[in-house]
């Protein structure tokens, strides 16, 4: 499975847009983006997923790169709730169902 | 629908003493997973199964083992607890790939201190 980067940490103000980027530059072309989060020590929460084209949801918006080497995860107005650590990562479709983890982003919203 | 369940949510143990942290699920998922997470690491992936009866090695087996009889439980075991183990654990589960993204869901997780 390809490995993604992200940076350590982000901020962002309230009620602002959160753009989250991360990279993939060797993803393949059956491998889909998927999003996570972790508040505090909970278990992580599904986001969001993709693999070619932009998705939305009530969460998040996806927008992936026309060449799939980077992507961006959009919290549209972002709250306090919204502080966690976000982990992009990869995974084949119907290939190994392990799912791998990085050190993810540390995304702190700020009032 | 209870999702991913861990028990115990909290334990202490001795430095040699062993234990089960148990996982089940209800939603009829055939792969399962165990991670651990260290004080301001990322997820490390233990052992996974793609099904009843098999399982295979993640990314840091050593010092655990699993079984996976039933679908909806995959129990991990600590024979000889050692402070390296003290972590929280957190089980997850996914429905069968069949062409289909593999979204996973995780239980709350399980914080195990070794002293």
């Known amino acids: 499975d390809a490995k993604t980067t992200q940076p350590p940490s982000m901020d962002c103000a309230e009620g602002r847009a959160a753009n989250l980027p991360c990279n993939h530059s060797?993803?393949?072309?059956?491998?889909?983006v998927y999003w996570y989060r972790q508040i505090h020590s909970q278990g992580p929460q599904y986001i969001i997923h993709?693999?070619?084209n932009n998705e939305t949801n009530e969460m998040a918006s996806l927008i992936i790169t026309e060449d799939r080497k980077s992507s961006t995860l959009i919290l549209p107005h972002a709250t306090l709730r919204d502080t966690a650590v976000y982990y992009c990562?990869?995974?084949?479709?119907?290939?190994?169902?392990?799912?791998?983890f990085g050190k993810g982003m540390k995304l702190t919203v700020n009032p | 629908n209870a999702g991913v369940t861990q028990t115990p949510k909290f334990r202490i143990l001795k430095i040699g003493q062993s234990m089960t942290l148990q996982c089940t699920q209800d939603?009829?998922?055939?792969?399962m997973y165990w991670y651990r997470q260290d004080p301001g690491m990322g997820l490390k992936l233990i052992y996974y199964?793609?099904?009843?009866?098999?399982?295979d090695k993640g990314e840091v087996p050593n010092g655990y083992n699993v079984s996976r009889s039933t679908t909806e439980d995959f129990p991990l075991r600590l024979e000889l607890a050692a402070p390296s183990q003290t972590s929280v654990y957190f089980c997850?589960?996914?429905?069968?790939?069949?062409?289909?993204?593999?979204?996973?869901?995780f239980g709350e997780g399980s914080w195990l201190t070794v002293v």
């Open positions: 997850a589960s996914s429905e069968t790939g069949m062409g289909r993204p593999n979204t996973i869901y």
């Open positions: 060797t993803i393949s072309g059956n491998e889909y």
């Open positions: 993709g693999l070619k």
């Open positions: 990562t990869i995974i084949t479709q119907g290939g190994s169902e392990k799912l791998v």
């Open positions: 939603m009829n998922h055939n792969y």
């Open positions: 199964s793609v099904g009843a009866g098999i399982t």
